[in-house]
Structure formats: structure tokens, C-alpha cells
């Protein structure tokens, strides 16, 4: 069945390091991808979404690319601040439109 | 962006009794969702609703669980009767359309807690 695999359950960085977060899907037909973010004490709120395949998201200066070819839709960003600590969620949405959460990945980014 | 409200935030009860979740979703949407996280954990789908009607729920969605949305008001979550395992966070959600490339927006959710 379809899936996203996010294999890291915690980042730690510091400030203006770069933030590379990993993941991968399984489905069948071509999906449309979504990085959501979620603070603490809020629900997951939309980060950036692809609908192509081959195609760049852009948001706030987190950057992911789908990549049908690897199945993989990588979160990544320049220079991470503070403000940036939060749960990172990859979600896929299929042709059936059945959604489905990555694990989610926790970002701890220090002064 | 848009907004998705939820009340209460949160919600301590004794096992056994009901509970109404309430959900106001973005003015324009037609779709709703209700999703449960237990603390620190995965994102969990239970059910979607459209046109007053349950289109697809989950095992996690028990029979004690239904759902509703009378004459455009609040879209319901209701736990009866609650068992412990239903403490958790419970997150409303909803879209204007059901495209694969429709966006959720999410409500800050309402922490129940089962005694």
C-alpha cells in the first residue's frame, strides 16, 4: 500500500546550519506531496506543497523537490533558525485521495 | 491563511461519560476530517465527511465514535461512552475540494483527557 517513510525522528542543529531532512514514498500512480509543520501546542500547518513531478516547492526557505525517479521528496533549508524547532511532517496525497503522514521529523535547532 | 477553529482546547473527563468535540471550519470548505495524535506520536486519519455524510473512516474510528454537521454549524466529534484510550489530541481539518492536490488546513486541536 502507499506510504512516506521519514527515517529520522530528530534533527539537532544549530543556528544557521543547513537542515536536511529525509524522505521517501510508495505509490502507485502520481501523487501530489506536501511538507507540513507543526508548532508545539498547534496543529500541522501547510509548509509547502508539489504537485508535478520534477517539480520545486519554495517556502520561507525550506526547499523540496519530488523526485519520481528516487520517490523521494527531501526537505531542505539554507540556514535554520531557532524559530524553525518543530515537527516536520511529509505527507503524501494519492490519486484516491487517501492522505498519508509521515512519521514526522522533530527539528531542534539551538542558539 | 485560513483558519480552522476548535473548542474547546481542552477537555478533562471521567470514562464512561460522552464528549462533544467541535470543529469550525474554513467558511468555504466542503470537506471535513478528524484526525487523533497521542502525545508524541503519528498523525492518525478516523474519518472524512462531506454533504453530511461519512465518506471513508478509519479502524481507529470505533462505533462509540459519530460525527455530524447539522444545518452548517459546527462539524462534531462525539466519544460515547469514552473509554482511557481515548486521551489523545484530536485535530479537526478541512478542504475545499477532495483533489490529490487539495490542501488541509489543520485546527489547533483539542486535548481530551480520559480519567
Known amino acids: 500500500g502507499d506510504s512516506v517513510t521519514q527515517m529520522q525522528g530528530q534533527v539537532t542543529l544549530s543556528e544557521d546550519d543547513f537542515l536536511f531532512i529525509n524522505c521517501t514514498y510508495s505509490?502507485?500512480?502520481?501523487?501530489?506531496l506536501f511538507w507540513y509543520v507543526q508548532y508545539p501546542g498547534e496543529g500541522p500547518q501547510l509548509l509547502l506543497k508539489?504537485?508535478?513531478?520534477?517539480n520545486k516547492g519554495i517556502s520561507r526557505g525550506f526547499e523540496a523537490t519530488y523526485d519520481k525517479r528516487t520517490t523521494s521528496f527531501h526537505l531542505q533549508k539554507a540556514s535554520v533558525q531557532e524559530s524553525d524547532s518543530a515537527v516536520y511532517y511529509c505527507?503524501?496525497?494519492?490519486?484516491?485521495?487517501?492522505?498519508?503522514f509521515g512519521d514526522g521529523t522533530q527539528l531542534v535547532v539551538k542558539p | 491563511g485560513p483558519k480552522v477553529l476548535q473548542i474547546p482546547s481542552h477537555q478533562i473527563i471521567d470514562m464512561g461519560q460522552m464528549v462533544t468535540l467541535n470543529c469550525d471550519p474554513v467558511?468555504?470548505?466542503?470537506?471535513f476530517y478528524w484526525y487523533k495524535q497521542i502525545l508524541g506520536q503519528q498523525m492518525e486519519f478516523l474519518v472524512n465527511?462531506?454533504?453530511?455524510?461519512?465518506?471513508?473512516k478509519s479502524k481507529l474510528f470505533k462505533d462509540q465514535f459519530s460525527v455530524e454537521r447539522p444545518d452548517g454549524s459546527y462539524f462534531t466529534l462525539k466519544i460515547q461512552p469514552t473509554a482511557l484510550e481515548d486521551s489523545a489530541v484530536y485535530f479537526c481539518?478541512?478542504?475545499?475540494?477532495?483533489?490529490?492536490?487539495?490542501?488541509?488546513?489543520f485546527g489547533s486541536g483539542t486535548r481530551l483527557t480520559v480519567l
Open positions: 481539518a478541512s478542504s475545499t475540494g477532495l483533489g490529490s492536490a487539495e490542501t488541509l488546513y
Open positions: 505509490t502507485t500512480w502520481y501523487p501530489t
Open positions: 508539489v504537485t508535478t513531478a520534477n
Open positions: 505527507v503524501l496525497r494519492n490519486n484516491n485521495n487517501r492522505i498519508f
Open positions: 467558511s468555504n470548505h466542503l470537506y
Open positions: 465527511f462531506y454533504n453530511g455524510k461519512v465518506m471513508e
